[in-house]
């Protein structure tokens, strides 16, 4: 079964930057999607950034020019890269990886001062 292994949450100040990253088992990593999501408390789990296969990434546009998504197929690795971090993206993010519809654990981000 693919286990998706994520890490680099933590607590930083508003303005601050985080770096997150989820580690795929299979190595047919590169054939999929990959999507992180968040969820906050008292809100449903929302779609932040998609990358395709092929590299090609869409973003909510609450994060539109602050996340960047990206990958690296050699070490089955998707990256969420998080600058200009705002309270309201204090959440549990999650990667999700569509070719086995499978979810990693969720890493902790919380911005506050």
């Known amino acids: 079964q693919v286990q998706l292994v994520e890490s680099g949450g933590g607590l930083v100040q508003p303005g601050g930057s985080l770096r997150l990253s989820c580690v795929v088992s299979?190595?047919?990593?590169?054939?999929?999607?990959m999507a992180w999501y968040r969820r906050a408390p008292g809100n449903q789990r929302e779609l932040v950034a998609h990358?395709?296969?092929?590299?090609?990434?869409t973003y909510a546009d609450s994060v539109k020019g602050r996340f960047t998504i990206s990958r690296d197929n050699a070490k089955n690795t998707v990256y969420l890269q998080m600058n200009s971090l705002k309270p309201e993206d204090t959440a549990v993010y999650y990667c999700f990886a569509s070719l086995w519809n499978s979810w990693g654990q969720g890493t902790q981000v919380t911005i506050s001062s």
């Open positions: 990358i395709r296969g092929s590299g090609s990434t």
């Open positions: 299979e190595s047919t990593f590169r054939l999929s999607a």
